[in-house]
């Protein structure tokens, strides 16, 4: 997720500090907000410090498919 906190950072010209509070938010929203066999994947996928599932790699045929990928992760 360090890169993505990075990414936001950079591109809404904020520091890392900030975006790791933005990123926070919205992966807490879609975590709430999705089903939850796809929300319990969220961090992981993203590379977060959630439970350790996805390893921070996209699973081709898991729920999100290759969205970490479309993020740069």
């Known amino acids: 997720m ?3 906190i990075k990414m936001v950072a950079e591109r809404a ?3 890392e500090g900030q975006a790791a509070k933005a990123v926070e938010v919205i ?6 907000k999705l089903p ?8 992981g996928l993203l590379g977060g410090d959630g439970d350790g599932e996805g390893g921070g790699s996209a699973d081709p045929g898991g729920a999100l498919g290759g969205i970490g990928k479309k ?3």
């Open 2 to 4: 360090e890169a993505l």
């Open 13 to 15: 010209g904020i520091d």
């Open 27 to 32: 992966v807490g929203q879609l975590k709430d």
């Open 36 to 43: 939850e066999p796809i929300a319990g994947q969220v961090e």
């Open 71 to 73: 993020f740069g992760l």
